[in-house]
């Protein structure tokens, strides 16, 4: 049998280096940390070498195709397969930005909803049975789907909705934010809050299809790791990394043959309804 494997995305730093961190302490296999700059990544590989941990390095920018299938197939082919993907990997633009609403929009949705989507694409043909896939989300996903119109509401929690659909709906979020009109739309103004909508959303997509996969126990979650003393929350988090990476460690190594969490949002290794 193939060696064990696993990637955490947008890991040099933060809650994604307190995964691999932790990761490196539990698995029974080689532990990816992903950076987009190479020289990044490799300081983070030399500090977990120093803590006695060896993780492995490979290059990933999840808003670059390219990059994304370069580890597809650097996985296929080295490993065979993949067994635990951590999509941590993402962006927010500081409260005191000011770039324009719509460039935060397409910047911040393209990087968190439309890389993670990707990456999961890409990633999901590799899954072996009893893999485990782990979408960092956000508490903010609940917040902002309460500050929808109901119309809206109510498409994003459609029971029947489809990635292509909620593509879609990401889209006409961003294409609205151009046009300046996305409140009048039914939106928030939240360009962060409606890119993890749409992990969250999507995490319960990607569950429906997995669960009718032959491949046997493969598992997806979505999860907040709480407010994190990190450089996307300004320092101003109370919990650690460490802390921050606790629940997304604790899905990524679920047991073969759990039943629950799955296709859930998790905070504190509880389960939660994001859309409520």
């Known amino acids: 049998m193939s060696k064990k494997v696993a990637v955490v995305t947008g890991s040099n730093k933060g809650i994604g280096y307190a995964i691999v961190r932790g990761l490196c302490k539990q698995f029974d296999g080689d532990v990816y940390l992903t950076a987009r700059k190479e020289e990044l990544g490799q300081e983070a590989i030399k500090s977990l070498n120093s803590e ?37 990997a993402g962006m927010a633009y500081k409260q005191a930005s000011t770039a324009p609403f719509a460039e935060q929009a397409e910047v911040t949705n393209n990087t968190n909803y439309f890389g993670t989507l990707a990456v999961c694409e890409a990633m999901f043909p590799l899954l072996r049975p009893h893999a485990r896939v782990v979408n960092v989300s956000s508490i903010f996903s609940t917040f902002t789907i309460k500050k929808c119109s109901n119309e809206v509401k109510e498409k994003f929690l459609n029971k029947k909705l489809t990635t292509k659909e909620l593509s879609g709906l990401m889209n006409d979020f961003i294409q609205a934010a151009k046009n300046g009109n996305h409140t009048s739309k039914g939106y928030p103004d939240s360009a962060y809050g409606m890119s993890k909508v749409g992990v ?23 999860c907040c790791p709480g407010f994190v003393d990190t450089d996307m929350s300004s320092h101003k988090g109370r919990k650690t990394i460490d802390q921050g990476a606790d629940t997304p460690v604790y899905l990524a190594l679920l047991p073969p043959g759990s039943k629950s969490p799955a296709g859930n949002f998790v905070s504190e290794r509880e389960i939660k309804n994001w859309s409520e």
Do not use: C, M, W
């Not at 290059?59 to 197939?73: C, E, G, K």
């Not at 429906?208 to 979650?221: F, G, H, Y």
């Open 52 to 88: 006695g941990l060896s993780p492995k390095f490979h290059q990933l920018d999840i808003t670059d195709q390219a990059s994304i299938d370069r580890l597809r197939d650097f996985l296929k082919s080295n490993y065979g397969g993949l067994d635990i993907l951590v999509n941590n």
């Open 200 to 222: 969250s959303a999507l995490s319960e997509i990607q569950h429906r299809q997995l669960s009718a996969d032959p491949r046997e126990d493969v598992i997806v979650n979505a």
